[in-house]
């Protein structure tokens, strides 16, 4: 049952244009065209975790202790504090227009009183 499900799975019906078959695409020394293999998987995704290993060990021993000396503080990013304003324009209209999202002077030191 498990062979009939797979062989309807890959038929070369649909998979494949029309007069080739998986014998056409399969990889060898005697084919005229190259086509890709399953098997040129085994250098990149290899290759892949090795270059995101030495990026983690470069960043923790090295950019980051360098970082340091320069002065630089290792902060996470502030919350945005709350402003009621914003959150009652946002809340009221659903389709915010580009002309909502800026405030005059006035209404921003107005907004800065109350946080």
Known sequence: MLRTLLNKF???DVWLPPNTTWEDITPGPDKAVVYADY???LYPIP???VL???RHTLEKYW???FGKSL????TRPKKTPNNPKLEAAYI???KIKHKQLFLSKDEVNVAQIFM
């Open 63 to 65: 950019f980051a202790p």
């Open 52 to 54: 995101i290993l030495l």
């Open 47 to 49: 290759l892949a975790f």
């Open 10 to 12: 890959w038929d070369e």
């Open 92 to 94: 009221e209209c659903p």
């Open 71 to 74: 002065g630089i503080k290792n």
């Open 39 to 41: 098997r040129h998987l």
